[in-house]
């Protein structure tokens, strides 16, 4: 399935170790922007799904792809009055920078352990050493539960700062 939700997981965990550090928007963005491909795969019935843009070249153009993205709806944020569900308006360019490499980059090491099809090296080598590296429970387990303990962290952060407001 394109555009899983298991690669959020790593990048809330990602967040909330850094978060005025890592932009989760954009980590989740630059695995959008990657998973185009094999959705586009999937709806013309392609031999192969995880093409270009699962490289570490194609990759780090997804990540150009999402703070590019970025920087022209901040442009437009100007002019016209847009949503801003999750302050993306006030995100500065090196927290979606980081956010968007973190989230590509990490695409390919979760996505080259799953699917045979990926070659993270081309056009220098068509070999994946990453294939089955562990198994599909322990890749899945350690998306949920980074995606757990980021949100964990989260919370007790977002309590804590409800409480100091609150004064208690």
């Known amino acids: 399935m394109p555009i899983t939700p298991f690669h959020f997981g790593p990048g809330a965990a990602l967040h909330a170790l850094a978060p005025r550090h ?57 002019t016209r009055r847009l949503p801003d569900p999750f302050a993306w308006q006030s995100l500065g360019v ?13 695409h390919i090491v979760l996505d080259g352990v799953m699917h045979a099809d990926i070659t993270p090296w081309a056009p220098f080598s068509d070999a994946n050493p990453l294939y089955r590296l562990v198994s599909l429970e322990a890749l899945h387990g350690f998306c949920v539960w980074a995606g757990v303990l980021g949100l964990a962290i989260l919370g007790v952060r977002h309590l804590r700062s409800s409480r100091r407001r609150r004064g208690g």
């Open 22 to 78: 890592v932009s989760f928007i954009a980590f989740c963005t630059a695995n959008v922007v990657m998973d185009v491909e094999p959705l586009v795969g999937i709806l013309t019935d392609a031999p192969r799904l995880h093409g270009f843009m699962h490289t570490w070249i194609g990759a780090t153009m997804a990540a150009g792809i999402t703070i590019a993205l970025f920087l022209l709806a901040r442009r437009w944020s100007r």
């Open 94 to 106: 090196r927290a979606v920078t980081l956010g968007a490499l973190a989230g590509a980059w990490s």
